[in-house]
């Protein structure tokens, strides 16, 4: 048995009610309709939800290194997970050029 939608359907307004309307909505100066210029530069909103989306994309991974190394970057302050980032990547490159 199919389930029956407890939302009501839209109705649409006439071009008579669409008319009376928009001249209710144009005669309120706290309620004007929004221009063509307005409704382009909305964006929708789960678009801005979440956080933003990185031009890199990195890997989540799982590795385990010595508590010296690690002690070492945390001590550094925030960003330390960053930082060693390019850490790893300057030693990448030096050594991808020999090869």
């Given at each position: ?84 980032d390019g850490v ?12």
């Amino acid at each position: 048995m199919s389930k029956i939608s407890k939302r009501p359907s839209i109705v649409m307004p006439t071009t008579q009610e669409n008319k009376a309307i928009l001249a209710a909505a144009k005669a309120d100066p706290d309620a004007q309709p929004l221009t063509p210029k307005q409704l382009q530069a909305m964006v929708p909103m789960r678009a801005l939800r979440g956080r933003p989306k990185s031009a890199s994309t990195k890997q989540l991974v799982s590795v385990r290194y010595s508590p010296e190394v690690l002690e070492y970057f945390k001590s550094t302050g925030d960003g330390w997970q960053s930082r060693m980032d390019g850490v790893l990547r300057a030693y990448v490159s030096r050594h991808s050029r020999r090869a």
